[in-house]
């Protein structure tokens, strides 16, 4: 098949399947146009797959060997530098061009900026969104743009998209009064744990597109994501929460955000390569 808007960049270092065949269909999207902080998260999806180079392909937690399971990794989307909202337009329109040759894929995006899960929830239409994120994200507009990362959970709420964020230390009183006026439950990353993500996620609708923006971790997992918090979750909390997801809940889609740095080998990537292993281990496994 052909792609409108991929370009094919390096790859996973696996025996790869086609996309039509595959059982999870890999999108690298390698945009940073409206980051505040720290740049770099244009390098993410190369900096991910690069780091998958250290790991195991055989995952001990699921006696799963994920070398096995049909992989694609389509390559990245090619970005329109500095508009979200257009480059998001080619997110949307290729994992919908990608719904219609395989509707059993389940898309994987690695970014790559927040902003851009709008365009995978836009073509996934998941009915509810679940998220690790240090940040609330629902700003109606930040820098002039309402397509900027600190405002992608609020267009995904507006899309009738059931929420709910988990991490969370950062945002402003209009976003805090924002979540409450709009039912939209939060754990702030101090009272996070287990039993509290699996009470809230229960009754949300099917499917679900979990969204881990890795600053949801404590920055020393993660120190060149672009907007870093101290005093986030540890690996395992959220491979656990991970793991009940895939097992209870049929899934859209799902991502690994925010990974940014600029030289191979960097901690955020090693972290975000491990959970995207243990996502498909896991959910291979079943
Ligand atoms: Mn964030």
Request: with cysteine.
């Amino acid at each position: 098949m052909e792609f409108l808007y991929t370009y094919k960049t390096l790859k996973l270092e696996f025996p790869l399947s086609e996309p039509e065949k595959a059982k999870f269909v890999i999108l690298g999207i390698p945009f940073d146009g409206t980051t505040s902080f720290k740049p770099g998260a244009r390098f993410g999806p190369t900096l991910i797959r690069h780091a998958t180079l250290n790991l195991e392909s055989y995952i001990l937690d699921y006696d799963v060997d994920i070398a096995e399971l049909p992989i694609a990794d389509i390559g990245d989307i090619a970005v329109v530098a500095g508009d979200p909202r257009k480059t998001a337009d080619r997110v949307r329109d290729t994992l919908e061009e990608l719904k219609r040759i395989n509707p059993d894929a389940l898309p994987i995006l690695l970014g790559g900026e927040h902003s851009q899960t709008l365009g995978a929830v836009e073509a996934l239409r998941p009915a509810s969104y679940v998220v690790f994120d240090a940040h609330l994200d629902l700003r109606d507009s930040y820098e002039d743009n309402p397509y900027n990362h600190a405002c992608v959970a609020r267009r995904i709420g507006e899309l009738g998209v059931r929420e709910a964020m988990f991490g969370i230390r950062s945002g402003t009183r209009e976003e805090v009064v924002y979540a409450e006026e709009n039912g939209i439950p939060w754990v702030h990353a101090r009272d996070y744990d287990f039993d509290a993500f699996v009470e809230l996620v229960k009754p949300l609708p099917e499917p679900v597109y979990l969204s881990v923006d890795v600053d949801v971790f404590d920055l020393s997992l993660v120190p060149s994501t672009g907007t870093p918090e101290a005093g986030g979750l540890g690996f395992w909390e959220v491979v656990e929460a991970m793991e009940w997801l895939v097992e209870n809940k049929r899934i859209a889609g799902f991502d690994i955000m925010e990974v940014g740095g600029n030289e191979l080998g960097d901690i955020t990537a090693l972290t975000a390569a491990k959970l995207l292993f243990h996502f498909m281990g896991a959910k291979g496994s079943l």
